[in-house]
């Protein structure tokens, strides 16, 4: 389990013991720690002077990380002045009602932030870029992520955007057989696993561009992606681990869309008050 020491502590505990290579990757992460929240694993060992990612991966583990992922994310945090080092643990058959508020609540503080740590700016902007381009937008995404998708469905729709959501994954592989020139699917799945998200997108490139909310850029969904937008969550064994990992998804896709919002500027925020007043008549 990661260590909750910050990481240049941990660094300056070890630093005497270490080989000068490794001492080496140590000055450089220091330094440049900032630098280092952006680099891949094979980058930070050619900007260190090492041949091989060994190096690197035998150094995360000696100041306690199981990989080089969490060592970004604990890393960012520090940067950002975020140290809250929030557990959370596996969910009994004992637990109190007080017991699973606080370790609800904790894993999904501690999902927020690292997810703000490592979220990248750069590709959220080529997100909302590929977003400001639509001629239609397909949300797909079923169980836990067909309520973002929804959600986010009326949401663009109110700015004026052309939208699609169905739960039914028949319906959406048929809809999607027939994309055209400047259609976006933005796609939710944790995992990136679900057949029925992946397949039926798969046929839809190059006409289509495609904007993920998944785990990681190397799943199935990741790499058919255009736009990959990583949601990184703890890995636990108790099923509210997709509850936790929806609290950032729903997050990036709010930030997707106030930034296009924003971006489009004119009468879209005229448009938004007129659409909540629209409704008053239904409130006392």
């Given at each position: 389990m990661?260590?909750a020491?910050?990481?240049?502590?941990?660094?300056?505990?070890i630093y005497?013991?270490?080989?000068?290579?490794?001492?080496k990757?140590?000055?450089f992460?220091?330094?440049?720690?900032?630098?280092?929240?952006?680099?891949?694993?094979?980058?930070?060992?050619?900007?260190?002077?090492?041949?091989?990612?060994s190096?690197?991966?035998?150094?995360?583990?000696?100041?306690?990380?199981?990989g080089?992922?969490?060592?970004?994310?604990?890393?960012?945090?520090?940067?950002?002045?975020?140290?809250?080092?929030?557990?959370?643990?596996?969910?009994?058959?004992?637990?109190?009602?007080?017991?699973?508020?606080?370790?609800?609540?904790?894993?999904?503080?501690?999902?927020?932030y690292?997810n703000?740590?490592?979220?990248?700016?750069?590709?959220?902007?080529?997100?909302?870029?590929?977003i400001m381009q639509?001629?239609?937008?397909?949300?797909?995404?079923?169980?836990?992520s067909?309520?973002?998708?929804?959600?986010?469905?009326?949401?663009f729709?109110?700015?004026?955007?052309?939208?699609?959501?169905?739960?039914?994954?028949?319906?959406?592989?048929?809809?999607?057989s027939?994309?055209?020139?400047?259609?976006?699917?933005?796609?939710v799945?944790?995992?990136?696993?679900?057949?029925d998200?992946?397949?039926p997108i798969?046929?839809?490139k190059?006409?289509?561009?495609?904007?993920?909310?998944?785990?990681?850029?190397?799943n199935?969904?990741?790499?058919?992606?255009?736009?990959?937008?990583?949601?990184?969550?703890?890995?636990l064994?108790?099923?509210?681990?997709?509850?936790?990992?929806?609290h950032?998804?729903?997050?990036?896709?709010?930030?997707?869309?106030?930034?296009?919002?924003?971006?489009?500027?004119g009468?879209?925020?005229?448009?938004?008050t007129?659409?909540?007043?629209?409704?008053?008549?239904?409130?006392f």
């Amino acid at each position: 389990m990661e260590t909750a020491l910050p990481i240049n502590i941990k660094i300056d505990k070890i630093y005497a013991s270490l080989s000068k290579k490794q001492q080496k990757i140590a000055d450089f992460i220091r330094r440049d720690s900032s630098r280092v929240v952006n680099m891949s694993i094979s980058e930070l060992a050619e900007a260190t002077g090492n041949k091989s990612e060994s190096a690197i991966v035998r150094f995360y583990r000696t100041l306690g990380f199981t990989g080089y992922y969490n060592f970004k994310v604990s890393l960012a945090t520090e940067i950002a002045g975020k140290s809250f080092y929030y557990t959370y643990s596996d969910l009994t058959s004992s637990d109190s009602v007080a017991t699973i508020k606080e370790k609800l609540f904790n894993g999904i503080i501690k999902t927020l932030y690292d997810n703000y740590a490592i979220l990248d700016n750069n590709i959220l902007s080529d997100a909302v870029d590929i977003i400001m381009q639509a001629k239609r937008i397909f949300f797909i995404g079923y169980g836990e992520s067909a309520y973002i998708c929804e959600s986010a469905k009326f949401k663009f729709m109110r700015i004026g955007f052309n939208c699609f959501f169905s739960p039914d994954s028949h319906y959406n592989s048929i809809q999607l057989s027939e994309v055209t020139e400047g259609d976006v699917l933005i796609c939710v799945s944790l995992s990136g696993l679900s057949k029925d998200v992946v397949i039926p997108i798969g046929s839809c490139k190059p006409q289509a561009k495609i904007i993920a909310l998944t785990s990681s850029p190397k799943n199935p969904l990741g790499q058919i992606a255009d736009v990959c937008l990583e949601t990184y969550t703890e890995e636990l064994n108790y099923r509210t681990d997709a509850l936790i990992a929806r609290h950032a998804q729903q997050m990036i896709m709010e930030i997707l869309f106030m930034s296009t919002a924003i971006k489009l500027g004119g009468d879209v925020l005229e448009r938004l008050t007129k659409g909540r007043q629209s409704l008053s008549y239904l409130k006392f």
